[in-house]
Each structure stands twice: as C-alpha cells, then as structure tokens.
C-alpha cells in the first residue's frame, strides 16, 4: 500500500505555466475576471439603496410659505379632500390616531374632540401639528386649530412647503 501512494503524487510545482491559452484573448479574460467582478459588486452595492418598489399612498400637496422656522416633532393631524358623492364637491376627512373623521358629520367632529382631548393629556410635548392639503377650505383648519387649543394642546402649528428661498434675500 504504501508504494502505491508513493507512485500517486501529484506534481503541482510547474502547473500555472504549463497552462496556456490558445489566443491572447483568453489570457486577457483571467487577468480581468477579478476587475469585472468588483465593479459588479460596486454597482449592486449603489443600486441597493435604490426603491424599486414605490408604496400607495396620498400625495398631499402642502402650501408654501417663506417661514423658515420648524416645529419639534410630535403628533400630527392630516386634513385631506376627497371627491364627493356630487360631481365639483369635495369631501374633507381628517386623520388623527390612524382614525378618519368626516368634517361634515357631527358625530365625526364630537368623536375627533375626544380624541384630541385623549391625546393632549397623554403627549409629553403639547404640541400639534396641522398637515392640511392646499386644497383643504381654511374654516377646516381653524376648526381642527381650535379644537386642538380646547383639547389642551400648547402649541398647534401647521404644516407649510417652504419656499426656495435665496440665503441673501431680505424680507
């Protein structure tokens, strides 16, 4: 046994230049193999950021204004429109807590008044912030604005775009 493992060695010394393509071609794709595929893992590494997937959702188009200041993060009450059962009338829904409230129905505003009323006591900041499409009618804000001051908020603040406004500009 021990002669024939003796006969079985393998000679590995000279085997990278025994190898030698036929053409040139196939010597040049060895030597770029290792170049092709870091430039691939560079590419799917800048392409994992990237959103493939675009989730449904609403668009709210928030009116501009030249007001730089911001608000500190807290809740948040959205006021959308939506089309009506009659053509030209909008229907206006406020979200607050994940519920929608219809602004027409006075059962609505009742329920949406305890909730903000829930809601004040429990918030550590005091503080609301309006996020109203530019479509929403301005009674609707103040209505949810002073409902939200009766509930017990401190601050209510509402939501703008803010202008692309020049550092240098005076106002």
């Not at 393998?10 to 193999?33: E, K, M, N």
């Not at 989730?55 to 429109?81: F, M, Q, R």
């Not at 900041?125 to 609707?140: M, N, P, S």
């Not at 949810?144 to 550092?167: C, D, E, I, M």
Request: glycine share 6%; aromatic share 8%.
């Amino acid at each position: 046994m021990s002669s024939e493992t003796a006969e079985c060695r393998w000679d590995v010394s000279d085997l990278r230049t025994r190898y030698a393509p036929a053409t040139q071609f196939g010597q040049g794709l060895i030597s770029t193999a290792p170049w092709v595929n870091l430039a691939l893992i560079v590419v799917f590494f800048l392409l994992l950021p990237m959103n493939f997937v675009l989730l449904t959702g609403i668009s709210i188009e928030l009116p501009e204004s030249d007001a730089l200041e911001g608000a500190p993060y807290g809740l948040s009450a959205v006021i959308l429109t939506q089309p009506g059962e009659r053509r030209g009338v909008r229907r206006e829904v406020v979200f607050f807590n994940d519920q929608p409230f219809d602004t027409a129905n006075p059962v609505d505003r009742s329920a949406l008044a305890r909730s903000l009323q829930e809601a004040a006591a429990t918030a550590h900041e005091g503080t609301l912030t309006i996020i109203a499409d530019r479509e929403v009618k301005h009674g609707t804000v103040t209505m949810l604005y002073t409902q939200a001051l009766k509930a017990g908020f401190r601050l209510v603040h509402t939501a703008t775009r803010t202008k692309n406004v020049s550092p240098d500009a005076s106002p």
